[in-house]
């Protein structure tokens, strides 16, 4: 059975730096990828980062590119989300997500979703 466990959300000055964790448990073909999404309240989900386990082959969304890196852990099961210079419109629910195909970007893509982090950001 496929978990995920979100981790490193809460209060950053813009500007700031955080990383968020996310833990994978269940490990098989139909988590291919993982990926990392956020939603602000009202807003729709929206895809930030994906990484592949086998390559590590990276996908970003347009609005996070240069500024967040995504990465993983093999051995540990985790995958990471380094966010840097967090503007205030950066502050949503982030969720990571898990995926059988390898260059998935879409919400409906991913089975498998964790609970949730939250990240704050102040002006």
């Known amino acids: 059975q496929v978990q995920l466990v979100e981790s490193g959300g809460g209060l950053v000055q813009a500007g700031g730096s955080l990383r968020l964790s996310c833990a994978v448990s269940?490990?098989?073909?139909?988590?291919?990828?993982v990926g990392w999404f956020r939603q602000a309240p009202g807003k729709e989900r929206e895809f930030v980062a994906a990484i592949t386990w086998q390559y590590g082959s990276t996908y970003y969304g347009d609005s996070v590119k240069g500024r967040f890196t995504i990465s993983r852990d093999n051995p540990r099961n985790r995958v990471y989300l380094q966010m840097n210079s967090l503007h205030p419109e950066a502050a949503a629910d982030y969720y990571c997500?898990?995926?059988?195909?390898?260059?998935?970007?879409?919400?409906?893509?991913?089975?498998?979703w964790g609970q949730g982090t939250q990240v704050t950001v102040s002006s």
């Open positions: 269940g490990r098989s073909v139909s988590t291919t990828t």
């Open positions: 997500a898990a995926a059988p195909l390898r260059d998935a970007n879409s919400v409906s893509a991913y089975p498998y």
